[in-house]
């Protein structure tokens, strides 16, 4: 009953003019970022940090949720007709969606896309609803040892299950850290790893890495390429509608999606690669006309679908509720959050209240938009498709320049742009991953300041970490996360 109330007074926020205009935007400019390939959430949020820095935070965040769903409805159109996921949850949505597509079905595959997103975007969006305040009241039982465990199962996870290799992912978390360190210690006042230069006293500015690694590095990344992309884009053919057999074999998989999506977004690292492949999988599994599936199979596009949008209301409730990002672009908002001076988890709750469940209530309002601007306008959001990438990224690397310089003001911090993104433009070309780096930079100060608090609560015992029970928990996780893998590689080696 609590959560209606609150929920009531979100609607009360998102309705106003001003923040159905954010939402619009968000949603917008999110289907037009997921029909861009390569061109991803995370990146755009991170472009949007300078730019949205004097906004009310209520209608910057409206505007980076309905970005961030609007991008995973977007991503499906260029996997259906370019075979080209936007994003790496739509990938099992190419594979049916692209063979329907050749066959005549582009407009059926897109309908059925586009309402399991709708479907699973509001149906996750209450699930969200309901469990985040279960989340915050968990959290409220945690203390300095407590946050510090929850802080080293993020970074296990992070490094494990993002990386193509343990080496690599921790790696990135450790660059990451190092740059946290970066200034002068808020506890002795003593300069860490400034290197002589008084503009790095202050702290490397997480709009810089943010920008720099995804904005930059992604650039210079795709200068490095001899070939640009060149598709066939698949014409749209027949009516937008669905038929009623098309409605039949979809709406069970847009419920189970949902059920698998969900979940995988609120587990660390779950990310929705995982729930993607489940559903596709399941739906082969479950379908009374398994030969269709490799041939242009209806359910093989609604499931993984659905399970892709799901996982996305997922990945807000640990964010709000504990402060833990499960993703790289729950890693961007985090650092949307620190750009605010707000703490996301049980306080963000009790002291920020409006802005919550505006952002709550604004998913609802936006996923109505995202349907309406999906179904009749697929046609003018594929002429996207014919920018080209030269051009579109030349352009990323100028809004990211003039965006870091209008932060300060300062040629330092361009300067500090360019060599993060240069390493950003390496992490990519040697198959880094960059999110670990970015939740390195974010929670290792938090992870450093609860390490200190919870020892001088127990008068240097470091004991505190293993005696309190969730603790204990979360640190036994962490090293299973870490230890499981290679041992389940060398039994499987030794099996063959």
């Not at 060599?419 to 040697?430: E, P």
Request: contains cysteine; aromatic residues 10%.
């Amino acid at each position: 009953m609590d959560s209606l109330l609150a929920l009531m007074d979100g609607f009360a926020t998102a309705l106003t003019p001003i923040n159905i205009m954010w939402s619009l935007v968000g949603v917008t400019l999110g289907t037009l970022i997921g029909i861009l390939p390569g061109i991803g959430p995370a990146l755009t949020i991170a472009l949007l940090l300078p730019v949205t820095r004097n906004l009310d935070p209520t209608g910057a965040f409206i505007m980076f949720a309905g970005l961030y769903y609007g991008a995973m409805y977007g991503s499906s159109t260029t996997s259906i007709l370019l075979n080209t996921p936007g994003e790496s949850g739509s990938i099992m949505t190419a594979v049916e969606g692209n063979l329907m597509a050749r066959k005549g079905r582009g407009a059926a595959a897109l309908s059925t896309a586009a309402i399991g997103s709708f479907v699973a975007g509001t149906l996750g969006t209450l699930m969200l609803t309901f469990l985040a305040p279960v989340f915050v009241k968990m959290a409220l039982l945690f203390g300095p040892a407590e946050y510090f465990a929850l802080m080293v199962l993020a970074f296990t996870t992070v490094s494990v299950l993002l990386g193509a290799s343990l080496s690599r992912g921790v790696s990135s978390l450790f660059l990451g850290l190092a740059f946290g360190l970066v200034g002068t210690d808020i506890l002795t006042g003593q300069p860490r790893l400034y290197f002589g230069y008084p503009s790095l006293l202050r702290g490397i500015d997480i709009v810089v890495v943010a920008v720099g690694l995804f904005a930059v590095g992604e650039a210079l990344f795709m200068a490095s390429q001899r070939h640009l992309r060149e598709a066939v884009i698949l014409p749209i053919k027949g009516s937008l509608f669905m038929t009623a057999e098309d409605w039949r074999r979809s709406w069970k998989p847009w419920l189970r999606g949902t059920a698998l999506g969900f979940p995988f977004g609120a587990l660390p690292a779950g990310g929705t690669e995982i729930p993607t492949f489940l559903s596709y999988f399941l739906e082969k599994k479950l379908a009374k006309k398994p030969e269709e599936f490799g041939q242009g199979a209806i359910e093989g596009v609604a499931g993984p679908e659905a399970a892709n949008n799901a996982a996305v209301a997922g990945v807000l409730v640990p964010l709000l509720a504990l402060g833990l990002p499960t993703s790289a672009t729950a890693a961007i908002l985090l650092a949307a959050f620190e750009q605010y001076n707000l703490q996301p988890g049980p306080l963000l709750f009790s002291g920020s209240s409006t802005l919550v469940w505006g952002l709550i209530a604004s998913l609802y309002i936006g996923n109505v938009m995202l349907l309406v601007l999906n179904l009749p306008l697929v046609g003018l959001w594929v002429k996207l498709l014919s920018i080209p990438q030269p051009l579109l990224y030349g352009g990323i690397l100028v809004f990211s320049t003039l965006g870091v310089y209008s932060l300060s003001n300062s040629p330092f911090d361009l300067v500090l742009l360019f060599i993060v993104g240069i390493i950003g433009f390496l992490m990519r070309r040697h198959d880094f991953p960059v999110a670990p780096c970015i939740i390195g930079l974010i929670l290792g100060p938090i992870a450093e300041a609860q390490f200190r608090r919870a020892l001088s609560i127990s008068q240097g015992d470091p004991s505190v970490f293993v005696t309190h029970p969730i603790s204990a928990v979360l640190l036994l996780l962490a090293t299973l996360v870490v230890v499981l893998p290679p041992l389940i590689r060398m039994v499987r080696r030794r099996n063959v």
